[in-house]
């Protein structure tokens, strides 16, 4: 048997004439994680309003340079997704505004350096892309959007039309590698994918070119935030090497759940006295718990949320202690394992092993967050 070099440029990943639900079987092309909109943690398909950031479905952020304008959620509105998919994500408009020349409203996810690394932007040899995705709004006309570098000023503002107002719309935009500029390739913010929902003239600019500017949209596009109860829904979205845009590529649920995990992790009750992890008295007043995470994270987690302190409780098998203040613990946190500290009120004991449980609540929940 031979061995020699493999170009991967050059070997096929998509099978000639098999289909695979709506689109063509293939491995590993589509940069985007939860581009179906299938994994929602940290609101299990609740509407949230949102704020000048805010994460919402896995993977998906909103940022607005004013707070309250939208509601966010997974299928909200619930109307049939396009053929092939089961979910979307949905921004409603509840505060219009008449945009400013600094305002700015986007959906946008940020890709690990990690994942773009192939696409040489930066060099000579800067490969082009195409970005895909199934689009719905209730009102029509030329949206925009925008990749940009890490370093924030370098973009390339685009467009795509809605025609047909409440109707699901295929787009594609095929965009030049960006032979310019700093682009990472580690594990920090690579390429940032913007959709934009209104954006002002400060962070608008010509479609179709690379630019040394911080655009987040083109010039003269729709803008949804200055409609009262408009709307704008999102899936399928795909970013893939190549002039042309191919068929969505669908990962096995268990799969798209480790990839969001790199990023966020959240640990729902279960049973009334769900246990989270062990622990081991500090003091009179705190207990240090760690758990192991599902999945390592991209970084040291930096974000911790969870539902209030006193839905948590120790319990040492005699002792139960309720929980009054919950916080990280930097000494025994990494992109493997965190560490907590809960303080008690009092009755702890140096050097005792304990149980971290929900307070015979199903409500209790604990999330860590490693977001670019």
Same mark, same amino acid.
């Given at each position: 048997m031979a061995y020699g070099t493999v170009n991967a440029d050059v070997v096929q990943s998509s099978v000639s004439g098999v289909s695979l639900g709506a689109g063509n079987a293939t491995l590993m092309k589509n940069r985007i994680i939860?581009?179906?909109m299938v994994i929602d943690q940290r609101n299990a &398909?609740?509407?949230?309003?949102?704020?000048t950031a805010t994460?919402?479905?896995?993977?998906?952020?909103? *940022?607005g340079s004013q707070a309250s304008k939208f509601t966010a959620q997974q299928n909200a509105g619930s109307v049939?997704?396009? +053929?092939?998919?089961?979910?979307?994500? &949905?921004?409603?408009? @509840?505060?219009? +505004? *008449?945009l400013a020349s600094g305002d700015y409203f986007v959906a946008y996810q940020v890709i690990e350096g990690y994942n773009v690394a192939d696409f040489g932007w930066g060099t000579a040899n800067a490969k082009t892309v195409t970005i895909s995705a199934w689009v719905y709004s209730s009102l029509t006309g030329t949206f925009g959007g925008s990749l940009r570098s890490s370093t924030n000023n370098y973009s390339y503002p685009f467009t795509y039309s809605i025609p047909v107002a409440n109707t699901w719309? =295929?787009? *594609? @935009?095929?965009?030049?590698?960006?032979?310019?500029? $700093?682009?990472?390739?580690?594990?920090?913010?690579? @390429?940032?994918v913007n959709f934009a929902l209104g954006v002002g003239s400060t962070y608008s600019g010509t479609a179709g070119s690379w630019s040394a500017n911080n655009y987040l949209s083109a010039t003269g596009a729709t803008s +949804?935030?200055?409609?009262?109860?408009?709307?704008?829904?999102? $899936? &399928?979205?795909?970013?893939? +090497?190549?002039?042309?845009? $191919?068929?969505?590529?669908?990962? =096995?649920?268990? =799969?798209?759940?480790?990839?969001?995990?790199?990023?966020?992790?959240?640990?729902?009750?279960?049973p009334a006295y769900t246990v989270y992890g062990y622990g081991t008295g500090f003091n009179a007043s705190t207990i240090n718990t760690f758990k192991p995470l599902q999945t390592p994270m991209r970084a040291t987690p930096t974000t911790l949320d969870s539902s209030a302190a006193n839905t948590f409780k120790f319990d040492s098998g005699s002792t139960a202690l309720v929980a009054t203040t @919950?916080?990280?613990?930097?000494?025994?946190?990494?992109?493997n394992y965190i560490g907590i500290d809960l303080n008690i009120a009092s009755g702890g004991v140096a050097g005792q092993s304990y149980v971290l449980a929900s307070n015979n609540t199903t409500s209790s929940y604990l999330g860590f967050g490693a977001e670019l």
């Open positions: 939860n581009g179906a &398909g609740a509407s949230v309003t949102v704020s994460y919402c479905v896995d993977r998906w952020g909103f *940022s049939t997704p396009p +053929v092939g998919f089961s979910n979307y994500w &949905g921004l409603t408009t @509840i505060s219009p +505004v *008449s719309t =295929q787009i *594609s @935009i095929t965009i030049p590698g960006a032979t310019s500029s $700093t682009w990472n390739t580690t594990n920090g913010q690579g @390429i940032l +949804v935030v200055s409609t009262n109860g408009a709307t704008f829904y999102i $899936t &399928g979205v795909q970013l893939e +090497v190549g002039s042309s845009a $191919t068929g969505f590529e669908y990962r =096995q649920y268990q =799969q798209e759940l480790a990839l969001c995990q790199r990023y966020y992790q959240r640990y729902n009750a279960g @919950i916080s990280y613990n930097p000494n025994y946190t990494n992109a």
